[in-house]
């Protein structure tokens, strides 16, 4: 394990977008039994998965996020994506990139960055 680095938070209107990043240069994107994922967290309340990706390609997302949000990662640069299109004042929140154990398409989460805010505020 190593350490995950997130960038690109900040503040945007309703309807804007943003792109999150996620240096994770020691980690190696094909791993069958590993995963990455974003999640966000509010003052008050429990942190909430946002959006998952495997090392066979496949994604999950939350429904709250879906057809908004996409995950995606650079392979070369060992950087993992979070584009958020049509954002909402409810995606406030502090975001944050994590790594765990694959199961199931369910990853369990051991390893976090920091965290990056977003504000969405007209």
């Known amino acids: 394990q190593g350490q995950l680095v997130e960038s690109g938070g900040g503040s945007v209107q309703p309807g804007g977008s943003l792109r999150l990043s996620c240096a994770v240069s020691w980690y190696s994107f094909t791993n069958n039994i590993r995963c990455l994922g974003w999640l966000r967290q509010t003052p008050g309340k429990e942190r909430e998965g946002v959006a998952s990706?495997?090392?066979?390609?496949?994604?999950m997302y939350a429904d709250s996020v879906k057809g908004r949000f996409t995950i995606s990662k650079d392979n070369a640069k060992k950087i993992l994506y979070l584009q958020m299109d049509n954002l909402k004042p409810e995606d406030t929140a502090m975001y944050y990139c994590a790594e765990g154990q694959a199961r199931n398409y369910d990853c369990e989460y051991a390893n976090w960055g920091q965290g990056t805010h977003v504000t969405i505020s007209s």
């Open positions: 990706t495997f090392g066979d390609g496949t994604t």
